[in-house]
């Protein structure tokens, strides 16, 4: 379906929290609180059939109670009731849901039935899905925090776009540390509906997105994946950390997120025909997003290496052309100027050796 209707859940005015309560450390009661404590100026309303409010604000025991119409539903109940509420949703007008919960396809045939509902029900009302088995969706420029998260983040202009919800965790507390904002954070979940290829082209059109992180563990349409990430490439940096590269792992991942993954060599070749830039480590993912955020996006492939060790140099150079980059040609004026403030024992040729070792 693309981006249609997006805008409803990363830009709504009225939410529907279903499952908010009170009951301390639920994850209702999280989603509920981040919503309405942490600056979201939209409308936030309870929805719980067993209280008469929520923190305060009064309750409705289903959304076809609310008298006005909801752009975002969250849903966190018992997987088994999700495709009623869904349902629900569809029948009053709502246009978009993040199903929190969890139990379903990865947990066997029955779960797999629920999904096979809520595809339904997608299908009937048009409404988009994120999740099931999401961690939320952040958007810190606005306030939007639908996750039980624990932590806030602030605005930047990265969007991290993630299959696990630990990982969306982890690149909280990494942030906070770096000082790192994000545009938006994406948990896809079991990835019923949206999925990396709406959420690619979405950002790509997104003004405050400057770059897209991505940890993939498969991908569902390799076609339209291609399709939006080879155009996206082309305006904004795309890097990501693909995990169960092994056949030995596939059984993890479909534990995990309900999918399977595929050959790791079919990727690689995906990835590489698309612009994207594949990375090792989740490590590696928050350094490439710590440069992007402080350093203007590189115009090329061009890279030159300033070092005070001739080991380091060469390795980082050997890593460089082994990625496709490049070393760059310095002009005989940069030569010049660099003989001007460096010792004469230092190199300037690319690598740049600013403390060259005594030769033997």
Not at 169 to 198: I, K, P, Q, R, T
Not at 258 to 268: C, H, M, P, Q, R
Request: with cysteine; proline share 5%.
């Amino acid at each position: 379906m693309g981006i249609e209707n997006l805008n409803c859940i990363f830009n709504p005015k009225k939410i529907a929290v279903i499952g908010a309560s009170e009951r301390k450390d639920s994850i209702g009661a999280k989603i509920f609180r981040n919503l309405t404590r942490l600056g979201y100026k939209g409308e936030v309303l309870p929805v719980n059939p067993f209280r008469q409010t929520v923190e305060g604000i009064p309750a409705y025991s289903s959304v076809s109670k609310i008298p006005s119409k909801i752009d975002l539903a969250v849903v966190a109940t018992p997987a088994h009731i999700v495709p009623q509420i869904i349902e629900e949703c569809g029948e009053a007008g709502v246009k978009g849901a993040i199903v929190i919960s969890a139990g379903f396809k990865e947990t066997g045939e029955a779960g797999a039935h629920l999904e096979k509902q809520l595809l339904e029900c997608k299908k009937k009302y048009g409404i988009r899905i994120i999740g099931p088995n999401s961690f939320g969706v952040i958007k810190p420029k606005i306030n939007l925090y639908a996750t039980f998260a624990d932590k806030p983040a602030i605005s930047g202009k990265i969007a991290f776009l993630s299959q696990s919800a630990a990982l969306c965790a982890s690149a909280l507390d990494w942030a906070a540390e770096a000082n790192v904002g994000f545009s938006a954070m994406v948990s896809l979940g079991s990835a019923l509906d949206v999925d990396f290829g709406d959420l690619i082209d979405y950002f790509n059109a997104d003004t405050q997105t400057k770059c897209m992180l991505l940890y993939v563990e498969s991908v569902k349409d390799g076609r339209k994946f291609m399709s939006a990430a080879r155009i996206a490439s082309q305006n904004k940096p795309i890097m990501l950390v693909k995990a169960g590269r092994f056949k030995e792992c596939i059984g993890a991942a479909f534990s995990h997120s309900g999918s399977l993954g595929g050959e790791d060599a079919v990727y690689d070749a995906a990835f590489k025909r698309t612009g994207i830039v594949r990375v090792e480590a989740i490590s590696d993912l928050f350094n490439c997003a710590e440069a992007l955020a402080t350093q203007p996006n590189p115009a090329g492939f061009n890279l030159t290496i300033i070092t005070n060790a001739g080991g380091p140099a060469i390795i980082a150079a050997d890593r460089l052309i082994a990625k496709g980059g490049k070393l760059a040609q310095l002009s005989d004026e940069t030569i010049h100027a660099l003989k001007k403030i460096l010792p004469p024992y230092c190199s300037v040729a690319n690598p740049i050796d600013i403390y060259e070792e005594a030769s033997l």
